[in-house]
């Protein structure tokens, strides 16, 4: 009878390591209106700093992980989305780098692990995020890598701009993650933006069937020193006038930027 109970007790102890430990699809997450922290974002005639960022879940190429380094390379940037964030029991990387940074921003996750949100996308803003919802994309390529995007509108000062943001797949199927993805951009009101790793580079001729208003804004700002990339921001209604590119040890992406004021 006890080795009986002991072998239950040790069969649901592994049960249970093996079901968190198996990475899981994360439910789709929204809401509505998030504070706002005064950056002084609004006091230079319009303009902001629209940013994207892969940050490795804060571990740079040099093996680090400190956030206070992703922070400073984000500082400046009025409204950034952040792929390849991380959560859990004892940490959330959305919630210190918005406290690094003094701004705001939402958490998307992708993917569940031991019990918990534990990984996904982040939009973090000086404006108010008035709302925002994620949708499923299809899981391309099977395995466990699962995807979304998200869409947020935020509030500068009597204006409205849309953010799509995402982080694509890097296996076959990811053509077809880009193609809904695109879809949804061209279908979004101006102005808007779509900014994240699409894990596509510019070659791609998915590209091409963008409405005839999108502007690439990374490579409008670069020019011939726009290198081969998978990182994008994809504007329509916005007017861009510098921006830039920022590679270190800090992630195993670049940062990009521009400086954008609605039309």
């Known amino acids: 009878m006890v080795t009986t109970l ?16 198996v990475p899981r699809r994360a439910g789709l997450a929204s809401g509505t209106h998030q504070g706002l922290a005064d950056t002084g974002a ?19 190429s040099d093996g680090v992980r400190d956030l206070r380094r992703t922070a400073e390379v984000l500082e400046g940037a009025h409204i950034v989305a952040l792929q390849e964030v ?11 780098l918005r406290n690094l940074l003094g701004l705001e921003g939402v958490f998307a996750p992708t993917q569940r692990r031991w019990f918990h949100d534990y990984r996904g996308n982040s939009l973090l803003s000086a404006y108010p995020i008035v709302r925002w919802e994620s949708f499923y994309l299809p899981n391309a390529g099977g395995g466990r890598r699962y995807r979304i995007f998200s869409i947020a509108e935020i509030r500068i000062g009597a204006k409205a701009i849309s953010i799509l943001f995402t982080h694509l797949h890097t296996r076959s199927g990811r053509e077809q993650q880009l193609k809904i993805v695109l879809e949804h951009f061209a279908r979004l009101p101006a102005p808007c933006a779509l900014v994240g790793d699409l894990n ?12 005839g208003d999108a ?23 916005v007017e861009i006038r510098g921006g830039g590119c920022q590679d270190s040890v800090v992630s195993d992406h670049p940062y990009f930027w521009v400086e954008a004021r609605i039309r």
């Open 200 to 211: 596509s580079g510019q070659d791609n001729t998915a590209f091409t069937k963008l409405p």
């Open 42 to 60: 609004r006091q230079a005639n319009g303009w902001f700093k629209l940013a994207t960022y892969n940050i490795h879940g804060g571990k740079g």
């Open 86 to 96: 991380r959560t859990g029991w004892f940490a959330d990387q959305t919630r210190e």
């Open 6 to 21: 002991i072998i239950l007790v040790i069969s649901i102890f592994v049960l249970v390591l093996w079901y968190g430990a």
């Open 215 to 237: 502007e690439d804004g990374i490579a409008l700002v670069l020019g011939a020193k726009d290198s081969p990339r998978v990182d994008w921001i994809i504007t329509r209604g």
